[in-house]
Antibody
Framework: EVQLVQSGAEVKKPGESLKISCEAS????????IGWVRHMPGKGLEWMGI????????TYSPSFQGQVTISADKSISTAYLQWSSLKPSDTAMYYC???????????????????WGQGTTVTVSS | DIVMTQSPDSLAVSLGERATINCKSS????????????LAWYQQKPGQPPKLLIY???TRESGVPDRFSGSGSGTDFTLTINSLQAEDVAVYYC?????????FGQGTKLEIK
């Protein structure tokens, strides 16, 4: 079964660092883009950025560039989202999701997010 | 960046009736090389992650009931839910994956009238 399993809920203080994880199974981790999506309370979904675990190529949304770091460890099929200094405004649910893909000629095109993790709640409060 | 705008923000429909949600992109998301629109629709129920319903604007994901259908091309898209069921109460999002950032619409909350 193809699945993404995320790490558990976190409660942190402003200024603290945090790294949450997303473990993939059931498919070849290194050959699909994985993305992170923020869902703030009462708000919509926000695409934060993606990583291609095969070569760690990473793309960030301008809204999140410099605010978070996306990484992956292909030896354990796990992607990460990390903060160096949390703010109360980082309080949200965070999802990882796999971009499906298809090959057009020699070009690999990203498709929709077909597999989602269960989400990790991050609460930042003093 | 491509901006996705959904309408309406909320919608109340009677059981058994049709629900229609619109999504507009700020620029075309039609990929000319394969003539496919890079648009997806997701359903999110409370306490659950989003679930993929439709991709390439009109292709149903495996296991999605056929009362869900997607249409449109270029910049204007529609999600139609025929014969609304109680379990369809959710927030629905469109998303473009034509270019990064792959932005979502703001969401449409669907309720039973």
């Amino acid at each position: 079964e193809v699945q993404l399993v995320q790490s558990g809920a976190e409660v942190k203080k402003p200024g603290e660092s945090l790294k949450i994880s997303c473990e993939a199974s059931g498919y070849t981790f290194t050959t699909y883009w994985i993305g992170w999506v923020r869902h703030m309370p009462g708000k919509g979904l926000e695409w934060m950025g993606i990583i291609y675990p095969g070569d760690s190529d990473t793309t960030y949304s301008p809204s999140f560039q410099g605010q978070v770091t996306i990484s992956a460890d292909k030896s354990i099929s796990t992607a990460y989202l990390q903060w160096s200094s949390l703010k109360p405004s980082d309080t949200a649910m965070y999802y990882c999701a796999r971009h499906n893909q298809h090959l057009l000629g020699t070009t690999l095109l990203r498709d929709a997010f077909d597999i989602w993790g269960q989400g990790t709640t991050v609460t930042v409060s003093s | 960046d491509i901006v996705m705008t959904q309408s309406p923000d909320s919608l109340a429909v009677s059981l058994g009736e049709r629900a229609t949600i619109n999504c507009k992109s700020s620029q075309s998301i039609l990929y000319s090389s394969n003539n496919k629109d890079f648009l997806a629709w997701y359903q999110q129920k409370p306490g659950q992650p989003p679930k993929l319903l439709i991709y390439w604007a009109s292709t149903r994901e495996s296991g999605v009931p056929d009362r869900f259908s997607g249409s449109g091309s270029g910049t204007d898209f529609t999600l139609t839910i025929n014969s609304l069921q109680a379990e369809d109460v959710a927030v629905y999002y469109c998303q473009q994956y034509f270019s990064s950032p792959c932005n979502f619409g703001q969401g449409t909350k669907l309720e039973i009238k």
